[in-house]
């Protein structure tokens, strides 16, 4: 119900657009995360599908930006000026409550991840 999407190697610097592509049934929140190896998955950016409302982890704010098209029910991170520390497997999550969170158990539906490498 989740397809993640938009992931590669890419230099430090560099940029990359990723996508989720949500089908079978409404969300009012996605989210992304992101999980490098040996480490624990953690928040990267969630929206309101309504309202388009953003929040973001500190450690990406200012280079990622999150997005989404309705009409397309598909939701974007767009990122930026990337480093070697946003390597990682990045999972889209989606959810049916509408407030904004950054706690992984609060989401109910989870993609397949996409392998972003930051290379330097």
């Known amino acids: 119900q989740l397809q993640a999407s938009g992931g590669g190697l890419v230099q430090i610097g560099g940029s990359l657009r990723l996508s989720c592509a949500a089908s079978g049934r409404t969300f009012s929140t996605v989210g992304w995360f992101r999980q490098a190896p040996g480490k624990e998955r953690e928040f990267v950016a969630v929206?309101?599908?309504?309202?388009?409302?953003?929040y973001y982890a500190d450690s990406v704010k200012g280079r990622f930006t999150m997005s989404r098209d309705r009409a397309k029910n598909t939701a974007y991170l767009q990122m930026n000026s990337l480093e070697p520390d946003d390597t990682g497997v990045y999972y889209c999550a989606a959810r049916r409550g509408v407030a904004l969170t950054r706690i992984i158990s609060d989401f109910d539906y989870w993609g397949q991840g996409t392998q972003v490498t930051v290379s330097s």
């Open positions: 929206i309101s599908w309504s309202g388009g409302a953003t």
